[in-house]
């Protein structure tokens, strides 16, 4: 088949620009000691994500937990949900725990009660993340230490949930102007989760995973974040779009 046998519209993949894109992040990662996590919500495509996985990622990101189901029924074995849930949720993770390692993120203290209780009566004990607000203000808890620690105490010691660490999203770098400003997101972000997690630790807390993730500013996170970050989660890089070209973050090419 041709270009020119296509019914449009058509979505067509350039695959060496795309497997280009997936070995430069994992590279920049690795470099850095540092897992990468992609977001599977820009592709939402199984063939993706297996690229992604045989390059060297860990796992995946799904945006919810319809797009998990899907990930995990075909085969995707580590999936991570960087969102609120709700612990009306509780079956549907309990179904997804079956057949993949699935974590997601709290940020609220009766809420992270609700998945406590859900899953103390289940007899199951999930991986779970505070979700730490670094300036997109979507949602997560204030990074100050003196609020944050009493915080992550808590909901370590609520059982039927294994907390495991922090996790951030600077999403306001998609409103950046230029690459210092983007530079200066990644910077702030970083700073704050490295004293957040320090605190934290020093309280006796078992903070064994530090979590961060954008695609715009990933070029100085990846960079700076060594010792500091233990996963990034991109996702737009797989693609990239002419918002990122516009921030530095890609070249046309």
Known sequence: MTLAELPTPAVLIERPRLDTNIRRMQAAAAAAGIALRPHAKTHNSLLVARRQIEAGAIGICCAKLGEAEVFAA???ADIRLPYPL???NAARVLALQRTTRVSFIVDDLAVARGWSDAMTAAGSRPEVL???DVGFHRCGIAPDPVTAVPL???VAALP???LVGILSHAGHAYHAH???ELRTVAGA???AMALLAREARHAGLAIDEVSAGATPPARHSLALGGGTITE???GNYVYFDRTMVGLGAATLD
Do not use: N, T, Y
């Open 86 to 88: 709700q612990p009306a």
């Open 160 to 162: 039927g949930l294994h």
């Open 232 to 234: 990034f989660r991109p």
């Open 74 to 76: 075909a085969g995707i």
């Open 178 to 180: 230029s690459d210092d």
């Open 189 to 191: 972000e970083l700073a």
């Open 152 to 154: 992550l105490s808590e």
């Open 130 to 132: 505070v979700k730490v």
